[in-house]
Each structure stands twice: as structure tokens, then as C-alpha cells.
């Protein structure tokens, strides 16, 4: 980022001595392209730190999620009973 940065810096530098309204627009364009390049870069190291500090709840979630696709869900069964089944006795019974 640091290299995007000077980069930015001296496109800014070289519009202050534009001497056509070509050279101009030439380099507000080509700064404003240094601008995205840098916006998109800050978007990419928050959303990375974002998944280094929560990469614990991230494995516990994608684990959580694994047990279920494999039938060990440890909130369908209380008691000794399958909680669907427990619903559909109520519904039978009642």
C-alpha cells in the first residue's frame, strides 16, 4: 500500500503542473485510478483482519455445521428423545 500511496502522491504532484487541460484530465484520471486501487485495497485488509479475529467462532460455526450435515445435531435429541419426535407425540396425543 505504502508504493499506491507515493504513486497516488505523484500524480497529485504532476497535476499541479498540468500545463493543457489534456495533461489535466490525464492525470486526475490516473490519480482517481490510484484512489480505487487504494480503496480496494483497504476494503481486502479489513475484511482479512476481520477473518483472523474471528477465525475461532468461523471453525466453531463450520464444525457446528458439519456435525449436522452428518446427523449428530446435539440440539435434535433432549432427554433420551429425538425432538421431532417428541413434537409429533404431541401432536398425536393431543
Known amino acids: 500500500m505504502p508504493r499506491s500511496k507515493a504513486y497516488r502522491e505523484h500524480w497529485k504532484n504532476k497535476l499541479r503542473s498540468a ?18 486501487m487504494l480503496k480496494n485495497l483497504r476494503f481486502q485488509k479489513l475484511v482479512a483482519g476481520t477473518l483472523v479475529s ?25 432427554n433420551g428423545y429425538r425432538m421431532r419426535d417428541a413434537k409429533a407425540d404431541k401432536t398425536l396425543s393431543g
Open 54 to 78: 474471528d477465525e475461532a467462532k468461523i471453525k466453531r460455526l463450520l464444525k457446528s455445521e458439519q456435525n449436522i450435515q452428518c446427523g449428530n445435531d446435539p440440539y435434535e435429541w433432549a
Open 19 to 36: 500545463k493543457t487541460s489534456e495533461q489535466t484530465a490525464e492525470y486526475i484520471k490516473k490519480h482517481n485510478r490510484c484512489t480505487e
